[in-house]
């Protein structure tokens, strides 16, 4: 039996591992599930599947949930914060670990599964486009396993050559990363500063949390997956085309250099990656529905408008600079995107309110998890201070 950790239970990844492991009771058992804030969810996910342990994002959440538990007398041990965190991704009964917290809270437990040596199933980009660096050495020193589970890497993944060692060494001369353009790619420019969270969160083709339906689009996703791209493939931002792809079949594809191009297409559906990645090099169901290619009909590709995508713009930036610029976009748009959420600043607004931190607050090397934490924290706090003062950007 696979022992299974899930950081971030309650979110869209977390409910669709679950899913996927629930299909294949005899080969994978939950050890712990975590959440932040949300109860009542984690308590119903508790009697479902029965991990050993929980963690809740506080104490006080905690406590009440090991009220719940103790009520229905059932025995599960409760931590809190985010060394609770922590030690579930690095107990020895922990073979995986899916990292599916969103945002840089992320972080810190990923990292400490990846010195422990765990197999991680990486959802949570925002962790490696802070501190790919620290992070890369990390999986590499504590003899980890890295899968992605983000949709685009998993195929990148799966169309490189068994043994992969660089680029250049596997004959690989790019990566295209396709992107659906989110559900503003056709909306009139002028249109762009009445949109609501609503409008922003109802994408064309995925079900996914509030922040990263944000991230589709307004393309900061696309730009951060750039940039984790280029972590998990060892690749230069300019060997990383972004192509515009509506359909959301395809999920991503490598060139090589004899001219071949391989590309991994299936529906759009998290299930299949999570599943891929849960059992590699192994194949098991995942309940996604076969690809019916004649029903989908045609596959249409295009340019990104980056006078339109912004944020786009903005990644590649960041992912050419390196040191601690790629943490310190993620911190503003963290900030901005929660700000939008909270209809505190205007959707149009989140790109001027990245770019205007990232002249603010000067990078460094990316050199230890300090710097990296600290110029996230100036970072958020100078997001925040635009926000507060500059009227127009409401
Ligand atoms: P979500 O909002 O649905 O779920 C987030 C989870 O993280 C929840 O369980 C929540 O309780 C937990 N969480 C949030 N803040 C926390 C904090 N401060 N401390 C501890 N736990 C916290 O998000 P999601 O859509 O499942 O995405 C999760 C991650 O996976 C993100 O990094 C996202 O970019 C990535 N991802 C998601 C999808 C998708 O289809 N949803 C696809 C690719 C990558
Ligand atoms: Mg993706």
Redesign the pocket.
């Known amino acids: 039996m696979i022992g299974v950790t899930i950081?971030?239970?309650?979110?869209?990844?977390?409910i669709s591992t679950l899913e996927v492991m629930k299909r294949h009771g005899a080969r994978f058992r939950p050890v712990a599930l975590?959440?932040?804030?949300?109860v009542e969810r984690l308590f119903q996910l508790c009697i479902e599947h029965r991990p050993e342990y929980a963690v809740m994002?506080e104490e006080d959440a905690a406590q009440r949930l090991r009220e719940r538990l103790r009520s229905v007398a059932v025995d599960i041990e409760v931590l809190s914060g985010t060394e609770g965190?922590k030690r579930v991704a690095t107990l020895e009964q922990t073979d995986c670990v899916m990292a599916?917290?969103?945002?840089a809270?992320?972080l810190e437990p990923t990292l400490a599964a990846a010195r422990a040596g765990k197999r991680i199933l990486l959802?949570?980009?925002?962790a490696l486009v802070m501190s790919g660096r620290i992070f890369m050495d990390a999986v590499r020193q504590g003899g980890a396993e890295l899968l992605p589970?983000?949709?685009e890497h998993n195929a990148i993944f799966q169309c490189m050559p068994d043994g992969f060692s660089g680029l250049a060494g596997s004959g690989v001369t790019g990566i295209l990363l396709t992107a659906s353009g989110g559900p503003f790619r056709d909306t009139p420019l002028e249109r762009f500063a009445d949109i609501t969270p609503e409008q922003a969160c109802a994408h064309p083709n995925?079900?996914?949390?509030?922040?990263?339906s944000v991230?589709s689009a307004t393309m900061m996703?696309k730009g951060l997956e750039v940039i984790e791209a280029c972590w998990l493939f060892d690749a230069a931002p300019e060997q990383i085309r972004v192509v515009l792809h509506p359909q959301s079949v395809i999920h991503s594809l490598v060139q090589y250099s004899d001219g071949s191009v391989l590309a991994q297409l299936g529906n759009p559906d998290?299930r299949t990656p999570i599943a891929h990645a849960l059992a590699w090099p192994a194949r098991i169901d995942s309940g996604v529905a076969p690809l019916d290619l004649v029903e989908v009909a045609r596959l249409d590709f295009g340019e990104p408008d980056l006078a339109r995508f912004p944020c786009l713009r903005l990644a590649y930036q960041a992912a050419g600079a390196g040191g601690t610029c790629p943490a310190i976009l993620n911190a503003a748009n963290e900030v901005a995107v929660a700000a939008f959420l909270e209809r505190r600043l205007r959707f149009d607004a989140i790109a001027p309110l990245v770019e205007e931190t990232m002249q603010r607050v000067s990078s460094r090397p990316a050199d230890s998890l300090e710097a990296v934490l600290q110029d996230d924290t100036r970072a958020r706090e100078v997001a925040m201070q635009l926000i507060g003062r500059h009227d127009g950007l409401r």
Request: a negative charge; aromatic letters at 2%; glycine letters at 18%.
């Open positions: 950081l971030g239970a309650t979110g869209s990844i977390g975590t959440a932040n804030s949300q994002g965190l599916a917290i969103v945002g809270a992320g959802a949570n980009k925002e589970v983000d949709s995925w079900e996914m949390g509030r922040k990263i991230d996703n998290m």
